[in-house]
Structure formats: structure tokens, C-alpha cells
């Protein structure tokens, strides 16, 4: 069975998203309802599995968030993608996404290291493979959106 949502469920919704800890008297003054009114459609929401659980986002610092992060676009001598250059950098473990390309350079590589020192080491382990004739690095200086979490 499915249950239907009308505005007010997905306004609630956003704001749970937002805050799972707000208070269900705030979040009845946000929606324009009473608290037995948002406590009933939340119950509701959670008994048809619309709402699955609530859990918590840490913070950049609380979660150990690298101390620097790099971008590399890999262009590779031969322009073939065989695996051989995606295999050695997929087992770097400071990449976490690495993407073959369209257009000027054939991956990108994401890098999330503990110092600019490792971001470097990496950049020469990656350069040294024979399959790559060049790397463009750009680290990131702030981050303004971070829809993972």
C-alpha cells in the first residue's frame, strides 16, 4: 500500500531532513499544525516506510575530514583507457572517484589526503605509470556544497 503525501507531509519531511532533531512543536508552528496533528503524520509516514530512519551528519572536523583535497585530470599517452592506469590509481586509497572523460583529458581523480605532502606522493605514483603523459592538479581551497552527506 502506498501512502500519498500531500504538502504538508513533504514540508515536514524537508524540515526532518534538514533537522531530525527538531522539536515537534517547532516543527508543528513550521507546518501550521498541531503537535498531535505532526506527531500523528510522522507516525503515519514511519509506519508505511516513507520515513526508513533517522540518523546524524558529523561535522567536517568530527568526521576527520582530510586536510587537503586535490583534483587531478589525467591525460594518458595513448588516449586507450585499458584498465592498466585505472587499476593501479583505483588502488590508491586516498582516491575517491575517479571518472573517465570526454574531451581534453581521459579521467579525473579525486583526492582526499591527510596533507599536501601525500596529495604529492600521490601525483608523482600516478605520473611515474607508463600509461600517463600528463596530470593538470588543482587543490581545493573551500567547499561550498557537499550533497553526500
Partial sequence: ??????AIDRKIIDELIA????PIATLAVRVGLSRHAVRHRIDRLEA???IAGYTI???ERARGAPLARAIMMV???DRIRGADVTTAIAA???VTH???LSGAFDL?????ADSHERVNNIWAQIAALPGVADIVTNFALASVLDRRH
Fill in 108 to 112: 579525473i581523480v579525486y583526492i582526499e
Fill in 1 to 6: 500500500m502506498t501512502v500519498q503525501l500531500d
Fill in 75 to 77: 591525460y594518458r599517452k
Fill in 98 to 100: 575517479c571518472f573517465v
Fill in 57 to 59: 551528519r558529523l561535522t
Fill in 92 to 94: 590508491i586509497p586516498e
Fill in 19 to 22: 533537522d531530525a532533531r527538531v
Fill in 48 to 50: 508505511h516506510k516513507v
